[in-house]
């Protein structure tokens, strides 16, 4: 199965790049403001983002869109969470640090 996923240029995480798991397996590296078509297993349940320790929540793979999936930080579209809250992201809430959507309408 081929997917598209698309990751936007946020200044968070910028020099960074994401990793993407399928079922626990890395299949694909997603740099900054890129558009991947990334091949994953036809049997694949759930897929993962991961940057360092933090991670996103498991998205099913089932609910993929035509359109492909959106990978991005959490918190960077917002300046106050950008300023506030990346201590609790790292710490806490690095589970959901990352954030994949369906659909790429940007």
């Known amino acids: 199965m081929i997917i598209q ?7 968070a ?8 798991f399928a079922d626990g397996v ?4 997603i740099t900054r403001g890129s558009i991947q078509s990334i091949e994953i297993p036809d049997d ?7 940057i360092d320790w ?6 099913p793979v089932h ?3 035509e359109n492909g999936i959106v990978i991005k930080n959490s918190f960077a579209s917002n300046i106050i969470t950008l300023l506030l ?3 609790y992201y790292i710490t806490f ?4 640090y990352l954030k994949i959507e369906s659909d790429m309408s940007r």
Not at 26 to 29: F, I, Q
Not at 54 to 59: A, D, I, Y
């Open 5 to 11: 996923v698309f990751r936007p240029k946020q200044l």
């Open 13 to 20: 995480d910028m020099s960074r790049d994401y990793k993407l």
């Open 26 to 29: 890395e299949v694909a590296t």
């Open 44 to 50: 694949t349940k759930n897929l993962q983002a991961r």
């Open 54 to 59: 933090c991670t996103s929540q498991t998205f």
């Open 63 to 65: 609910a993929i869109t």
């Open 85 to 87: 809250l990346p201590l």
């Open 93 to 96: 809430g690095k589970g959901k």
